[in-house]
Structures are given as structure tokens and as C-alpha cells.
């Protein structure tokens, strides 16, 4: 795993890596490569979304256990800009994977349609 650096390149034929080139510090470097697996992480955008008054300190809309904000019953947040409450931490948490936006996005549809249903599971990968 090499981190901090910028993939100048994917080098091979096919579907098939041979070797990546990167950047680091203005500096290239050809590395061997069987398997490339590249993971650029996440930055949540919640700028114009909502109000920023209704935002926790670090982006995240604050919303109960039905995924309805905090702070205004009229909106709805799901996936990894909410900032929801945990029955298994009881704590608020935030957390970014594909399935908790999906469940959370079932979720909060349902909730607008007034059916009233908590979200009460575990994330997928605390399980598995």
C-alpha cells in the first residue's frame, strides 16, 4: 500500500495491470503491479443543501431515528450526510457505505409517506 501519492497511470494490456505510475513530490515512479486497487475516499458536499444553520459543525444534517432532521420536520436525510442516532452506540453516527445509503434512502421514503418506521439496523459491515 503506498499512500499520499497521485496515479500518474495504469500501465498493462487488457484488463490485465503490469504496473502503475505515480507521483509523489514531483517525482514519478514506475511500480510492479499484478492488482491495482485504488481508493480516492470520500468528501460529503452538503453546501446549499440545507441552510447552514441546520448543519452539525462538521457538514452532517442531524436527524432522528425516522431520518427527518432535527431541526426542520420538512426535510429528509439519508446515507452519508445524515448524522443519525444508533439504538446499538447510542450515540449519533455518520457513516459512509453504499448500503447505508440505500437502506437510509428506503427508509426516509417510507417516513415521507407517513408509515412512521425507525432506522434500527446494523450497518452491513459491523456484521460481516
Known sequence: ???????????GEGSSASSVTIETGGT???IPAG???ISTGAAMNTEGLVPSSLLNPDGTVPVDEFLRSTSNADIY???????????????SNRVEHWNIAQEHGMTAAENMLGLGKPYDKA??????
Open 28 to 30: 514519478e515512479e514506475n
Open 77 to 91: 436525510a439519508a446515507g452519508d450526510i445524515a448524522s443519525f442516532p444508533s439504538r446499538l452506540t447510542n450515540a
Open 123 to 128: 450497518p452491513f459491515f459491523w456484521t460481516n
Open 1 to 11: 500500500m503506498i499512500t499520499g501519492t497521485a496515479a500518474k497511470s495504469i500501465n
Open 35 to 37: 492488482a491495482v486497487m
